[in-house]
């Protein structure tokens, strides 16, 4: 039983953080439409502080350590930090965009106990429009390789950043997640009101009517999910699709609010409580897309998760009066029973 992590849930205050999501540099070898990240940033975490952060979050309970980015694969002593980590008991999952998952697989298999591999498209060119640069095949190839060495299958999943060029693909990409062998497939819809993924006030990449649906492609996308929830029920009831035939529904109400068609889906999140963000350069935030409210450099971490800055953040976040919550794509809830079971 985990009561201070059930204390989390019910409270403003931090007395454990499971869940960290680590930015281990935020430099990219892809060009995405919808993300800003391409460079690593000046004095990113060196792996003695990394090091010296694990024992931390190690002590203050962490029980799932998610690597992100940028892409953590550019760094060279990657493994070296998942074996920092492996020292603890804590499940570690990594977020990549799989172009170099093949070529650097053997080097971390053993420590990650989840891949998941962002794919936005069912074909060559629809993946690699978006992702700016010739990477299907290669990223296929990383897929396969991960399925290969995966102990089970579910270790290895897919994540698709629903838009306009691949709203079209949905089916095609279960499909292939379904042929590559995965444990499952998720659906994120495009952000395009945050300073979320390296925008930090740049704007988007690119035109965000690239991006959106229009609303002739809102009622298109509406009767291609129309067809998909029938059409895969065994898979959304045995969780290969990740998302619930409502989530999949909400992806299509947030394309709408976009555009005005209607007011955005209620979200259901707790992030704060229960996570937080670590960025490349240490910065503390209590999700992907909420302000800063420390640095893991300059200030113990138990003083930072209950300074007044973040705690009047989770009251708003509790009361959800949060503009940025209230359109938001990526949400995590956790329930005070999960969290009790230390479900993490």
């Known amino acids: 039983m985990n009561f201070k992590a059930w204390l989390n849930t019910v409270s403003t205050t931090s007395h454990t953080l499971p869940i960290v999501i680590l930015y281990v540099t935020e430099g990219c070898n892809l060009h995405c439409c919808m993300c800003s990240y391409r460079e690593a940033r000046p004095g990113e975490l060196s792996l003695n502080e990394i090091e010296r952060l694990a024992g931390t979050l190690a002590g203050y309970g962490l029980r799932h350590i998610v690597y992100s980015g940028g892409e953590p694969l550019l760094r060279r002593d990657f493994p ?39 794919l936005d498209g069912a074909t060559p060119g629809t993946h690699n429009t978006i992702r700016g640069g010739i990477s299907f095949e290669q990223i296929l190839a990383g897929i396969r390789s991960a399925v290969q ?35 499952r497939i998720s659906f994120l819809a495009a952000d395009l009101l945050s300073d979320g993924f390296g925008r930090s006030g740049k704007g988007l990449p690119a035109p965000s009517d690239s991006i959106a649906l229009t609303a002739e492609e809102v009622l298109e ?30 992806i299509v109400e947030y394309f709408g609010a976009l555009i005005g068609r209607n007011p955005f889906p209620r979200n259901e999140c707790n992030a704060p409580m229960v996570s937080a963000v670590i960025t490349s350069t240490g910065d503390l935030l209590p999700c ?57």
Do not use: M, W
């Not at 009767?223 to 990740?242: L, N, Q, T």
């Open 149 to 183: 060495a995966a102990p089970e299958p579910r270790r290895v999943s897919i994540r698709t950043v629903v838009q306009k060029r691949n709203f079209r693909e949905l089916a095609q990409l279960i499909g292939l997640a379904k042929s590559l062998g995965v444990g």
């Open 221 to 250: 996308f509406r009767a291609i999910v129309d067809g998909i929830v029938p059409a895969y029920r065994k898979e959304f009831e045995a969780g290969f699709i990740s998302e619930s035939q409502d989530k999949l529904y909400h």
């Open 80 to 118: 070296e930090i998942c074996e920092i980590f492996s020292q603890y008991v804590v499940q570690q999952t990594l977020l990549t965009n799989g172009l170099l998952l093949e070529k650097r697989l053997r080097e971390i298999r053993t420590f990650l106990n989840e891949i998941i591999v962002s």
């Open 288 to 344: 992907y897309f909420l302000p800063r409210f420390g640095n893991a450099r300059e200030t113990k971490l138990e003083q930072s998760l209950n300074n007044d800055g973040i705690i009047e953040t989770r009251k708003k976040v509790r009361d959800y009066v949060l503009e940025r919550c209230q359109t938001c794509v990526c949400t995590l809830r956790k329930s005070s029973t999960a969290a009790l079971l230390d479900r993490f």
